[in-house]
C-alpha cells in the first residue's frame, strides 16, 4: 500500500505525537506501508506549524524522514467537482500511484471519501476511517 498524506496530516501527525496521524507514520516508517506527500503539502503543513505550533517544526522535519515528497503533474486528472486548491494534492496522489489519499479535509474531499469509483481508484479516507478498515481486514495490508 503506498499512502498519500495531505498538509492536515502530516500536521496532525506533528503536532500530536501520539494520536493516530503519528501511528500512522510510525507505522510507515516501520515498513507497514509506504508514505508519499506532495512539496506543496510539505509546505501548506509547515507553514501552518510554524504559524500555530513553531516549538514543533523540528518533530515535524523528523517525521519526513520516512515520507517520499513528489511534486504534482498539472495535466492529470481530477474528479469532477473537486475544488481548485485541493487539485494539486488529488493529482499529486495519482502521480504517486498511491493507493490511499489521507486527509482530514472533510469539507472539500468528504463527498469523495470512500468512492475509489469516484477519483479514478485512489481511496480517500480519514486516517480513522483508513485504520477502521485495516483493523476490520486484521491487517497492515503489507507494501506495494
Known amino acids: 500500500m503506498r499512502l498519500f498524506l495531505d498538509a492536515s496530516i502530516l500536521f496532525t501527525a506533528a503536532h500530536n505525537p501520539h494520536g493516530k496521524a503519528a501511528f500512522l507514520v510510525e507505522a ?14 510539505r509546505e501548506e503543513a509547515h507553514r ?13 522535519e523528523a517525521l ?15 474528479p ?27 469539507r472539500h474531499f468528504g463527498p469523495f471519501m470512500n468512492q475509489p469509483n469516484r477519483t479514478l481508484g485512489v481511496l480517500i479516507q480519514t486516517v480513522a476511517a483508513f485504520l477502521a478498515a485495516l483493523s476490520s481486514r486484521g491487517g497492515s495490508g503489507g507494501r506495494a
Request: net charge negative; glycine share 8%; hydrophobic share 40%.
Open 28 to 41: 510507515g516508517d516501520a515498513g507497514h506501508w509506504e508514505l508519499v506527500t506532495s512539496f506543496h503539502a
Open 80 to 106: 469532477p467537482g473537486l475544488v481548485d486548491k485541493d487539485r494539486p494534492i488529488f493529482r499529486a496522489a495519482l502521480a504517486s500511484e498511491a493507493t490511499h489519499l489521507l486527509t482530514g479535509d472533510l
Open 64 to 78: 519526513l524522514s520516512g515520507v517520499h515528497i513528489v511534486g504534482h503533474p498539472p495535466d492529470l486528472p481530477v
Open 48 to 60: 501552518n506549524l510554524a504559524r500555530k505550533y513553531p516549538e514543533c517544526l523540528d518533530d515535524f
